[in-house]
């Protein structure tokens, strides 16, 4: 089970944290990734974190990072700078055994967590 949480509305060139706590499965051996999905559009990916790395989506490269707290089994995305076409729900997935490549791909995650509402404006 994933149960991410942190999301809220916050004004352009603000920051927020977000979590994902997971259950029944280990981060420090799994992969995490985040995707959003803004209303009209679709998900897209924002970032991913495996024991070899992260990888970031261009669009937030710089502003926004993620990270693995092993002793309480969450990886969190900080992020800064924020701006209104952050705006989208946030939606942490697991996975295992993905490929550097692959992270930003969807389909390679088995396991979804709700969404958290991350709102930017002013």
């Known amino acids: 089970q994933l149960q991410a949480s942190g999301g809220g509305l916050v004004q352009p060139g603000g920051s927020l944290r977000l979590s994902c706590a997971a259950s029944g499965r280990t981060v420090s051996t799994s992969v995490i990734g985040w995707f959003r999905q803004a209303p009209g559009k679709e998900r897209e990916f924002v970032a991913a974190i495996r024991w070899s790395g992260t990888r970031y989506a261009e669009s937030v490269r710089g502003r926004f990072t993620i990270s693995r707290d092993n002793a309480m089994n969450t990886v969190n995305l900080q992020m800064n700078s924020l701006k209104p076409e952050d705006t989208a729900a946030y939606y942490c997935?697991?996975?295992?055994?993905?490929?550097?490549?692959?992270?930003?791909?969807?389909?390679?995650?088995?396991?979804w967590g709700q969404g958290t509402l991350v709102t930017v404006s002013s």
């Open positions: 997935a697991i996975g295992s055994g993905i490929i550097f490549s692959e992270l930003a791909n969807a389909v390679r995650y088995d396991y």
